[in-house]
């Protein structure tokens, strides 16, 4: 698989709507065993955006985006999408743990149509959906087979046409690339790249990798250790796409050295009390 | 001439190649019960044993022949294994959904984890005075007996898978939008699937136990279990043997047919 150099330079720049709603977390609180992970938290950013979460270790990245998808209940605060909750909003999720992930009892394919079946959309409109879906990204995978058949890219690849089969607003990514190799990750963010440039999808990413973090995101969300603040939103203006290249060119490089002072001194602060 | 020769020899290779694996296999395969049977020869000719306690092989073997012949093994076999199955569809059927409800809930599961262990632990032989006083010296007793075995012992496991089922997959489909319903019946069942046929082939080896012992000691008049407690007592002793092989050949292949099952239906466990 020749990915890097799959990634064309010529694609056209993002085409955004011109109005776009806001996402707002206020007053998020959470504890783990009496201990505070987030007090008061608060978050603005915009639908359409792709927003990257880096922070030190145990700070609560994933956390953090557990409690705005909704998996995991928050002590006290809110998450509003465009003024609508949660529940009202089209959302998807891909894990890191692509193996326990997806439901090995049933081939790819079927895991894919899962999330229309839940919706209760019939076996036709599916199929329809499936195909326009598979012509966009250039789908070369048999997905008559079961997952634990496939290599591992090739399963975190059909987890995300798993998510994305809904037409979700806003795409939840919790280092979905961490289990992979190098070549296959370069591959699969040019993918997730070419995905969010051709839809309005928000994503939401949450990375150990600061090049990863930095490279795909249109703001990176620097976090503190414990209890959670934020460090920093920095605003990523590079142009789409960013390829290889991209990752040596100097503005790039600015902006990544950026986020690891940020980094690196909240690491220096220590565990606070 | 010489490439046609090649040509037509090569497919003689290639069965050869490709049934040599398995013929080794089927070697390993007998080396036990053949050096087992060599054993019993031995022991038996050289009269290290008395041979009042063990025939020989050859005629434990021309017992097994004679009886199978004229169905009288048959007709045992039958008679016990319509027993087991009955206590294990009964247990089974019980089981799984009473497994699939307490797992789901450790707090539920929490409160009678005690019992279960405890009956578990019990030796279900224990119990069959205490079945016979309730069901009578029928068939039912030990049919009884013997499904409260299979029920515990596949509960026990069924909510076990339920409640160590992966967290991952649950969130997976809970972020889907899955209703409790769906996420029981297209997430949890098949999570459980594994463990559940750990269960069924640990029940389904029990009943046999139990429904062998049963027709031992309560009133019957067929069946393995009576067949070998009274070859014991009029003495027939190559009968007695050849009717223990015979139950065991049976615990075999019930274990083996779930076995077969379970490869066919649960493919993707442990990948």
Not at chain 2, 240 to 249: H, K, N, R
């Amino acid at each position: 698989m020749n990915a890097v150099s799959e990634l064309k330079t010529d694609q056209p720049v993002m085409k955004r709507p011109g109005r776009r709603g806001k996402i707002e977390l206020k007053g998020i609180s959470k504890q783990f065993t009496g201990s505070d992970v987030y007090r008061d938290f608060d978050l603005d950013f915009y639908e359409g955006e792709f927003l990257s979460i880096f922070g030190p270790n145990g700070c609560g990245k994933s956390t953090l985006i557990n409690m705005i998808s909704g998996l995991l209940p928050m002590d006290a605060g809110s998450v509003l999408y465009d003024g609508k909750t949660i529940a009202q909003t089209n959302i998807s999720y891909v894990f890191q743990n692509y193996r326990e992930a997806l439901f090995p009892w049933m081939r790819a394919i079927d895991n894919i149509h899962y999330p229309l079946v839940l919706r209760n959309i019939g076996r036709k409109e599916r199929e329809e959906r499936i195909d326009k879906l598979f012509t966009e990204f250039d789908v070369r995978i048999d997905l008559n087979r079961y997952p634990y058949e496939l290599s591992g890219g090739q399963q975190q690849a059909v987890s995300i046409l798993r998510a994305l089969i809904t037409e979700p607003e806003v795409l939840f990514l919790d280092e979905p690339f961490s289990a992979l190799d190098y070549e296959m990750t370069l591959f699969m963010r040019e993918r997730i790249q070419r995905i969010f440039m051709s839809r309005n999808t928000t994503m939401i990413l949450v990375s150990h990798d600061l090049e990863e973090a930095v490279q795909l995101a249109t703001k990176v969300l620097l976090l503190t250790r414990r209890p959670t603040r934020i460090a920093e939103l920095v605003d990523v203006n590079v142009p789409w796409p960013r390829n290889t290249h991209t990752l040596t060119e100097p503005d790039f490089v600015a902006i990544r050295s950026h986020c690891l002072d940020v980094f690196s001194r909240e690491v220096a602060r220590g565990p606070r009390a | 001439m010489s490439t046609e020769l090649t040509a037509s020899a090569a497919p003689f290779d290639d069965y050869i190649a490709r049934f040599r694996p398995r013929f080794y296999r089927f070697v390993r395969f007998a080396i036990g019960p053949i050096a087992l049977f060599a054993i019993w020869y031995v022991i038996n000719a050289a009269g290290l044993v008395d041979q009042r306690l063990l025939p020989s092989p050859i005629q434990t073997i021309r017992s097994l022949v004679r009886t199978i012949g004229n169905g009288s093994m048959l007709m045992d076999v039958g008679a016990t294994m319509y027993l087991v199955l009955q206590a294990f569809g009964i247990g089974a059927g019980l089981a799984i959904p009473i497994g699939l409800l307490l797992g789901s809930s450790e707090k539920v599961y929490r409160s009678v984890e005690f019992l279960i262990d405890f009956f578990r632990s019990t030796p279900a032989t224990a119990l069959f005075p205490l079945f016979m006083l309730i069901f009578g010296l029928g068939d039912f007793s030990k049919v009884s007996v013997g499904a409260f075995t299979v029920w515990l012992v596949i509960v026990f496991n069924v909510a076990h898978g339920v409640m160590n089922a992966r967290q991952t997959r649950i969130l997976a489909a809970r972020s889907m939008g899955a209703s409790k319903w769906r996420l029981f019946k297209d997430v949890i069942f098949f999570e459980t699937l594994p463990q559940t046929f750990v269960g069924l082939r640990t029940g389904v080896s029990m009943s046999l136990v139990v429904i062998v012992v049963g027709e031992m000691f309560i009133g019957s008049t067929s069946g393995l279990g009576h067949r070998i407690i009274d070859a014991q007592i009029s003495y027939r002793l190559a009968d007695m043997y050849a009717s223990i092989l015979i139950s065991g050949v049976l615990g075999y292949l019930l274990n083996y047919i779930f076995i077969l099952i379970e490869k066919n239906l649960i493919h993707w466990s442990g990948r």
